[in-house]
């Protein structure tokens, strides 16, 4: 999966040898290679690939999907990441492979909490997870970065700097990393008070202080803040408060004959999640008991798959714990990779477990996966996390080109981390050596892809208008 043996007792290759190879791999790709988009003549209706991937999610909730994505074109290619996967698999790679987030956009970059209590900043979505080219998700946070910042009014040569100064730290990141042990790259990390530190001669006094406000109030958005927000008492029982249609209490959703089939189902479901758990963190979950739950919408491209969040309590109503219970469809990456079908993972929650402790620095103590049928007789795949842990993002609409080349070039050292730890390091940061070239590849494969998520964008909006797609706005 990741380009090197796993076993223990395999020596590694050299590392001159992988530096090598590194380097030959630019002869084959040459830096301006990738600047290059697809050709169109082939290319899929992105319409269509996004009413495919619509087939299997809770219908009524598609058009919410539809209408989040028409947003703006920046929202939109949220929600395209099958689009731009099918794209990517169009363009050129250097056949150095590492475990992929898939959707490596600046909006699924953030802060959360550590186990122990450390407010940290990494990729924070692993539904698309998958083993793959890691060109694909530098192009995805490059495309990204221009897409936001075209959004954001900034001119050509703004928008140049940000994807710029978030691909160079990609490259001199993965270029520190090849030099480090092992243990030193696992154990890295974006701790957000060194972060801070770093940022400090970067930005001015002023956005310094909006950056630790920002801060300060990822670490009131914990559990304890959902659990106010998101419950009440009714008839003297804690239970999460309807706000149709992105929150439905299970009470709201199904009638009573079906009530208590459905909570059974989800009993079963944790039953089995809590079997992927660690012993002490199986026994922690222990300590809490089934109260109330209700379906949630989430994000913009997952808008449609199924989501739970259930909410428990420990000693007492107010030792709450909320978990989000997510269904893992297939990555949009896997029809792409040639070696798709054969990577290895029992199941699609599993996948998107075992890419999310593979390269998030370290992950949220629930942590799980369950494959069970459903009440429909339909057997799916979910992944089990908590619903709020200090987490915290960046308002993309808010950034100026300053604070959003601070923040690229933090996303880029964070994504080459995340590769480090399951590629060739080595030999990725031997393919980038030689200067900038690839950097401003890849500004001008941003540039372009920006271009034609404005087509796509428009594409989308003229098939809700013809009637091709259905769209709920303003949800």
Same mark, same amino acid.
Request: glycine share 8%.
């Given at each position: 999966m990741t380009g090197r043996k796993a076993s223990a007792t395999a020596p590694a290759q050299d590392p001159a040898a992988r530096l090598k190879a590194g380097k030959a791999a630019r002869r084959a790709v040459p830096f301006e290679a990738?600047?290059?988009? &697809?050709?169109?003549? /082939?290319? $899929? /209706? &992105?319409?269509?690939?996004?009413?495919?991937?619509?087939?299997?999610?809770?219908p009524e909730l598609v058009p919410i999907r539809y209408g989040r994505m028409l947003v703006s074109p920046f929202t939109f290619f949220r929600g395209a990441a099958a689009v731009m996967a099918a794209d990517l698999a169009r363009t050129p790679a250097t056949g150095l492979n590492c475990q992929l987030c898939g959707d490596a !956009?600046?909006? %699924?970059?953030?802060?959360?909490?550590? $186990?122990?209590?450390?407010?940290?900043? /990494?990729? %924070?979505?692993?539904?698309?997870?998958y083993p793959g080219p890691w060109e694909w998700d530098v192009k995805r946070l490059a495309a990204s970065l221009a897409v936001a910042a075209r959004g954001n009014g900034f001119r050509r040569k703004e928008r140049a700097a940000v994807v *710029?100064?978030?691909?160079?730290?990609?490259?001199?990141?993965m270029s520190e990393f090849a030099e480090q042990r092992e243990l030193d790259v696992w154990y890295a990390r974006a701790d957000l008070d060194e972060v801070n530190?770093?940022?400090?001669d970067q930005m001015s006094k002023a956005k310094r202080k909006r950056l630790e406000q920002a801060q300060a109030k990822a670490r009131t958005r914990d559990s304890m803040q959902a659990f106010r927000k998101m419950t009440a008492m009714v008839d003297g029982h804690r239970r999460i408060v309807? /706000? $149709?249609?992105?929150?439905? &209490?299970i009470d709201d959703l199904l009638p009573d004959e079906k009530r208590a089939e459905f909570e059974q189902w989800i009993r079963q479901v944790l039953d089995g999640y809590a079997e992927t758990l660690s012993p002490d963190?199986? !026994?922690?979950?222990g300590a809490f008991q089934f109260v109330d739950l209700a379906r949630k919408v989430v994000?913009?491209?997952s808008v449609g798959t199924r989501c739970w969040v259930v909410l428990l309590s420990g000693r007492d109503p107010d030792d709450p714990l909320l978990l989000q219970v997510k269904e893992a469809p297939p990555s949009v990456l896997a029809a792409h990779v040639p070696d798709g079908k054969a990577a290895g993972y029992p199941s699609e929650g599993q996948r998107v477990v075992t890419g999310q402790r593979l390269m998030q620095a370290v992950s949220d103590i629930f942590l799980g996966w369950q494959t069970i049928e459903g009440v429909d007789g339909r057997t799916r795949d979910f992944y089990v996390r908590q619903l709020r842990d200090w987490k915290g993002s960046a308002v993309v609409e808010a950034m100026d080109p300053e604070g959003m080349q601070a923040y690229a070039a933090l996303c880029g050292w964070t994504l080459a981390r995340a590769h480090a730890r399951t590629g060739d390091r080595i030999a990725i940061a031997g393919y980038l050596t030689g200067g900038a070239g690839f950097d401003q590849a890849l500004v001008e494969f941003a540039e372009r892809y920006a271009d034609l998520n404005e087509r796509d964008f428009q594409t989308l909006a *003229?098939?809700?208008?013809?009637g091709r797609i259905p769209v709920h706005s303003g949800v």
């Open positions: 990738h600047a290059e988009l &697809p050709a169109a003549a /082939d290319r $899929p /209706d &992105p319409v269509e690939l996004l009413i495919e991937q619509g087939a299997t999610r809770v !956009h600046l909006s %699924n970059f953030g802060a959360f909490a550590s $186990p122990e209590r450390r407010l940290v900043f /990494d990729i %924070n979505d692993f539904d698309e997870t *710029a100064g978030a691909v160079s730290r990609y490259r001199q990141a530190v770093l940022l400090r309807a /706000d $149709p249609p992105l929150i439905v &209490p963190r199986r !026994h922690l979950l994000g913009v491209g *003229a098939a809700g208008k013809a």
